[in-house]
């Protein structure tokens, strides 16, 4: 959208393409050059690819937020103004206050920092609750739970925010059926604070409900037991021994829910009516007649410090749980049993969750296939038509529905960023778990960062980026798919570490011992063994990509529009049908790519796993 | 002929701390089983990867058969090394783990077939060619992992601590193995471990480290009989380092104890290291007198033996206290009064002492030593 304004002229996009180029052969040399003087383990391979990754990740995402923190400073003619920075950063539409003593709105950096204090509480508190119900209470809920975890990553951001539209917006099932029987209105609740809670609940308890299941998983019953043999009640067990040895791993899923909810950017989008959030107040000062870059800066870096802050705070809970967790499970202790009404409890709250997540969920897909929401609920196939409608010309066959460039493209670059950044994460979690060289720990540093700043700070930085030269890159596909790999990356390269470390290093020694070089250590040794985890971040990489949204959407224009800024569109102009149909056939694409994956290169024997503990 | 020597080399795994191995100098002599032998911790285990290029030189160089290999990566060195956990390939069965070195270099497949098949034979794991290594049993894997060396004919192979996951029974088997073919291949061997027994039984040459230096060489035996140092007594004779003082006349005295005395040391403190040979146990001779109470006195305060009347002959006179049954032999804490720390324990292989048991101590000649009283560092 905002990328359109800067009409590429082919010329400069052939100037910055050498630039980078150049850059990239800088990078190369250097890592080549430190290989010669001892650095990965002297192999000038390794050091030449760490090089350009390093390149790669100074270049696209360093120098863009750098960037960004430089237009803080500039007036609209890119003059440095003193002070003028401060003056943004401490902009009243950012920390005003008012709220508490008129009925004006506050701040935006409070409403993201209360919606994400709300969101992360609320959603690994609910987390813990199926964490618990699954491991402890209801075994059998462990596979729904499970599916129910992943099915959301399956899906474009926007269908539990519509779901929820549809159910209580002011067309929505429930407000109808009250106003029809009692003529009584819910009004507008639903767009603000308390809408945005409810979406962000539905959306992220997966993930806490994934973190804390490890959590739960990795009690020591050894503990239950030894409490047990003391005459401990099961009441006061669980409250003296389970829920403390809970708190570290509670810790984390509170602040990553909070950083997902402050980095959250469908949700508010469609739900947050007049309470102005962080994320999306970025987006809605350089797009239409705003145009602020300065303000967004200023908004973006706060959000981005916000981020940061969180990822500092939990690096210390981790290193700190780290103290407290006991490694290794005795095999002949058993959990205890949870005493009869805590059992009750959380299995009522999660079947209610459950009920409530499936109900949501398909509303938001019935939105799809129905004639007009609130008016006409036949069932019709006419906003799918509609999008992706195919005609016959003469003898061509013709996608003439709107959806399809979108959907097209985005296929196209979902396919191509995705490869590419499983590669690269396995490369950089390789070079970073394995080898010693200097500029390590800045590589390690920018894949922090790279997973700590929100997509709308990414976004908005690239603009000012590469939308001036001398790497003037905006407007093409190819910034796109970079955009894509960086937004991947960081999740790719945690999953790919946390396997490699699992490997022993002295596999690869013994590889290296028996004249293998670097490179065949990695295609006939490591590879094999982390292939599973492979396929899990292809998969990922494809899915986020297919998904993504806040980067992106800095970054499309009419010849790149992406399928989710395509039904962003659609949303703003309320054709719900068709962004909801859209969803649908998005994600059906995505569970049939995720199943072909694992048909095709997915590894499930287990054996692998167990010969390689069996091994040590 | 030298295997491998080593000049000035230094590594420091951050920089500006203490080095993990400090300015070393070292011969490994050529088609002999070297050592290198130190408590966790002392650079013997870095050295052994400094050697195979697993780790970079911060200085100094290593020579193989008289080439400077520092500069080279690990793959180029043609250097074999048998990992600890052995690190057999989990993905590949035991023909697949040997035949990796050899594919890696490219070489014909009817080749490495045949090279396989004799190398798996020298390790008789024939029958296993198609097995997984999870399907093998420690011993096994540990020999598959020594074929997967030895198949590539290296210049010089590596150990770090093969032994240390194997069960009591089976470290002795695999041992022999080891050094017959070793043997018979000739091959220049470099052996870490922290155990002294496994070091004196397979070593032609050890190496004694502590603290990223050498504190000792030479061969087994007279590493175990003449020790250099304090701390080479204890590690290699696991001998029992005790406070001391030599006097005007040369004797070399425990407290009141005189052990014996040694010409040519100096006057003053010093530090006595004994063997757990030093006390010889002897039948207790009849004309001795037991006066009577000393066994009412309690333990280690048995009274009315002058210590004079004694040492004149070589002997302390005590009573037993706890007895560990160790098999072909047992250890006795023997207490007696003359002894500065009350009691020492003492080896017999007479199994029939019982608690409370009078017993007479000889020291024997030759086995204590005595080292300069070295500052508390």
């Not at chain 1, 075994?139 to 549809?166: E, S, T």
Request: aromatic share 8%.
């Amino acid at each position: 959208m905002v990328a359109s304004m800067a009409a590429g002229n082919e010329t400069y996009f052939y100037i910055s393409l050498w630039w980078t180029l150049g850059l990239g052969l800088l990078m190369a040399s250097w890592g080549s050059w430190r290989a010669s003087r001892g650095d990965f383990a002297r192999s000038r391979l390794a050091g030449t690819s760490a090089g350009l990754l390093l390149g790669f990740l100074l270049l696209f995402l360093a120098y863009p937020l750098l960037r960004a923190a430089l237009t803080l400073g500039q007036d609209e003619f890119g003059k440095l103004v003193p002070g003028l920075a401060w003056d943004r950063l401490s902009d009243s539409r950012i920390w005003s206050l008012n709220c508490l003593v008129s009925l004006q709105a506050c701040g935006t950096a409070w409403n993201s920092l209360l919606l994400g204090l709300i969101s992360g509480f609320t959603t690994s508190l609910l987390g813990t609750v199926l964490a618990f119900t699954s491991e402890r209470v209801l075994p059998a809920f462990r596979k729904p739970l499970g599916l129910f975890a992943i099915l959301p990553m399956l899906m474009p951001p926007f269908v539990v925010g519509l779901g929820l539209v549809m159910l209580f917006g002011r067309a929505g099932v429930i407000n109808n059926w009250l106003e029809e029987s009692f003529a009584w209105s819910m009004g507008r609740w639903l767009y603000g604070l308390e809408g945005l809670v409810l979406a962000q609940i539905f959306s992220f308890t997966p993930i806490a409900y994934l973190m804390m299941r490890g959590v739960v998983q990795n009690l020591n019953p050894a503990l239950d037991e030894a409490a047990q043999s003391l005459g401990a009640s099961r009441m006061r067990i669980l409250r003296t021994v389970t829920l403390p040895m809970l708190l570290p791993g509670f810790s984390n899923a509170c602040i990553v829910g909070f950083i997902e909810s402050i980095a959250d950017f469908g949700n508010p989008l469609i739900l947050a009516g007049s309470y102005n959030v962080l994320a999306t107040d970025i987006f809605f000062s350089v797009v239409g007649a705003q145009l602020d870059f300065g303000r967004a800066c200023a908004q973006a870096l706060v959000l981005a410090a916000f981020a940061m802050t969180a990822i500092a705070i939990q690096s210390f809970f981790l290193s700190e749980s780290r103290h407290v967790s006991i490694s290794g499970k005795s095999d002949a202790s058993q959990a205890m049993r949870l005493p009869a009404p805590v059992s009750f409890s959380l299995a009522s709250l999660s079947v209610l969750w459950i009920m409530l997540l499936i109900a949501v969920y398909s509303f938001a897909f019935a939105g799809g296939f129905v004639t007009t929401w609130g008016r006409d609920y036949s069932p019709s196939l006419e906003h799918l038509m509609r999008g992706f409608a195919i005609e016959q010309d003469q003898s061509n066959w013709l996608l003439s529905g709107p959806a399809w460039d979108s959907l097209l493209t985005t296929l196209k670059l979902a396919l191509i960023a995705a490869p590419v950044s499983a590669l690269i994460a396995l490369l950089m979690a390789y070079w970073m778990s394995r080898l010693q060289f200097v500029g390590r720990s800045l590589m390690n540093g920018l894949s922090v960062l790279a997973f700590a700043i929100p997509g709308t700070v990414i976004g908005v930085s690239y603009i000012l980026a590469f939308n001036v030269p001398p790497f003037e890159l905006t407007g093409t596909g190819l910034l796109i798919v970079i955009c894509l790999v960086v937004r991947v990356l960081p999740v790719s390269i945690r999953s790919q570490s946390a396997v490699i470390q699992q490997i022993d290093r002295s596999l690869d020694e013994a590889s290296m011992t028996l004249g293998a070089s670097l490179l065949q250590t990695l295609a006939k040794v490591i590879w094999p063994l982390i292939r599973p985890a492979m396929v899990a971040a292809l998969l990922y990489g494809f899915v986020r990509a297919m998904t993504t949204e806040s980067a992106v959407i800095f970054l499309v224009n009419a010849e790149y529009e992406l399928a989710t800024t395509w039904i962003i569109g659609r949303i703003g102009q309320g054709d719900y049908g068709l962004a909801l149909a859209y969803c649908s056939v998005l994600t059906l694409i995505m569970t049939a790519v995720a199943f072909a994956v694992q048909a095709l290169l997915g590894d499930r024997r287990q054996i692998r796993r167990q010969e390689m503990a069996a091994n040590r | 002929m030298i295997g491998v020597e080593i000049k000035s080399l230094t590594k420091a795994y951050l920089k500006r701390s203490a080095p993990v191995i400090d300015n070393l100098n070292l011969r490994i002599p050529g088609s002999r089983v070297t050592v290198l032998l130190g408590p966790s911790g002392c650079g013997k285990t870095t050295l052994l990867r400094l050697i195979a290029g697993l780790e970079a030189v911060d200085q100094g160089c290593i020579c193989i058969e008289g080439e400077e290999v520092q500069h080279k990566p690990a793959n180029a060195r043609g250097v074999g090394m048998v990992f600890q956990n052995y690190a057999l390939f989990p993905h590949m069965t035991v023909f697949d783990n040997v035949a990796y070195g050899l594919r890696s270099q490219g070489i014909k497949s009817e080749a490495i077939e045949r090279r396989v098949q004799q190398a798996l034979k020298a390790v008789s794991l024939e029958p296993y060619a198609q097995r997984m290594p999870a399907q093998l049993s420690g011993g096994q894997q540990q020999r598959v992992a020594l074929a997967r060396a030895l198949v590539l004919e290296p210049k010089l192979v590596l150990f770090d601590e093969p032994l240390s996951n194997l069960d009591t029974q089976l470290r002795k088997t695999v041992r022999r193995s080891i050094r017959a073919l070793q043997e018979s291949l000739g091959l220049t061997v470099i052996y870490v471990t922290h155990d002294q027994d496994e070091a004196l039984r397979i070593a032609d040459h050890i190496v004694l480290m502590d603290q990223g230096r050498i504190v000792q060489e030479g061969d087994p035996s007279s590493m175990f009989t003449s020790p250099a140092s304090e701390f080479a007594a204890q590690f290699m004779a696991q001998a029992h380092c005790v406070d001391g003082h030599i006097d005007q006349d040369h004797r070399v005295c425990w407290g009141d104890l005189v052990l014996g005395s040694h010409p040519g040391v100096a006057q003053g403190p010093c530090r006595i290291a004994l063997l757990p040979n030093t006390w010889e146990l002897i039948t207790p001779q009849i004309d001795v007198p037991v006066l009577p109470g000393a066994m009412e006195s309690g333990p280690g305060q048995i009274q009315g033996l002058t210590g004079q009347a004694l040492v004149g002959r070589g002997l302390i006179r005590g009573q037993v206290g706890r007895i560990e049954f160790a098999g072909p032999f047992c250890d006795l804490e023997v207490l007696a009064a003359q002894i500065p720390e009350g009691a020492v324990w003492v080896r017999s292989s007479v199994q029939t002492f019982k608690r409370g048991d009078l017993v007479e101590l000889q020291i024997q000649p030759g086995r204590w030593f005595v080292y300069p009283h070295e500052p508390v560092k």
